[in-house]
Structure formats: structure tokens, C-alpha cells
């Protein structure tokens, strides 16, 4: 995997009108996925998630999740959210998961989830 920075500037498509930061530089960066098995989303996502909110509260702005509820339901947790907040380390937050990952193949197979 690799990451490029990028920058763009919103504009007005038909199914996005009036979108936010229109015609302002943002940036942001390209996930290229070279091989789609190691590849780990979700771990992807938490430290995604670790730079905005450090790009927010380096601009003053600490809610970097606007509806948190959202959130704890997609990582059906609010711990994640909670862990971010705090500034713990994405790299920590993701090692918090490791013997959870390990379990989960086994119990998949024994409740025949998996």
C-alpha cells in the first residue's frame, strides 16, 4: 500500500450541489492498495481518522467528528471514538484489537458465522 498527498477543489456536480469548500484547495491523501489481502480497512481508517482530527485541533477545531453517534455506530463502540479524543495513538487503538482478531476466526466457526 502507499499514500500520495493530494489536493482538489470541490465543485458543483449533479449530484453534489453546493458542496462544502467549494472552490477552496483541501487536501487529503490517495490510498493505493497494491495487494487487497494484507490489506487491514479498518486499521486504515483509525489512523485516517488520527490525522484529521490532529489536522482539526491544530486549526482549533476539536470536533473532528461532527455527529459522534455515527461513529460508535459504525465501530459499534464508543471506545474507538473516546480513544481518539483522548489522542491516544491510532497505532495503540489498533494493537487494543489484536488478541480480539485472534479469537474471532474461532468463535465464527463455533457459533457457524464464519
Known amino acids: 500500500m502507499s499514500f500520495e498527498p493530494v489536493e482538489s477543489s470541490p465543485v458543483d456536480l449533479d449530484i453534489a450541489q453546493d458542496p462544502p469548500f467549494e472552490e477552496e484547495r483541501v487536501r487529503g491523501v490517495r490510498l493505493i492498495v497494491t495487494d487487497p489481502e494484507p490489506f487491514g480497512g479498518t486499521a486504515v481508517g483509525i489512523h485516517i481518522l488520527e490525522v484529521f482530527a490532529s489536522e482539526a485541533r491544530a486549526?482549533?477545531?476539536?470536533?473532528?467528528?461532527a455527529r459522534p453517534e455515527t461513529l460508535d455506530l459504525l465501530a459499534g463502540t464508543a471506545t474507538v471514538r473516546r480513544q481518539l479524543d483522548a489522542q491516544l495513538p491510532a497505532a495503540?487503538?489498533?494493537a487494543g484489537w489484536q488478541a480480539d482478531l485472534v479469537v474471532m476466526p474461532v468463535c465464527s466457526s463455533v457459533f457457524g458465522t464464519g
Not at 486549526?59 to 467528528?65: A, F, H, M, Y
Open 59 to 65: 486549526q482549533g477545531r476539536p470536533d473532528v467528528i
Open 92 to 94: 495503540d487503538i489498533v
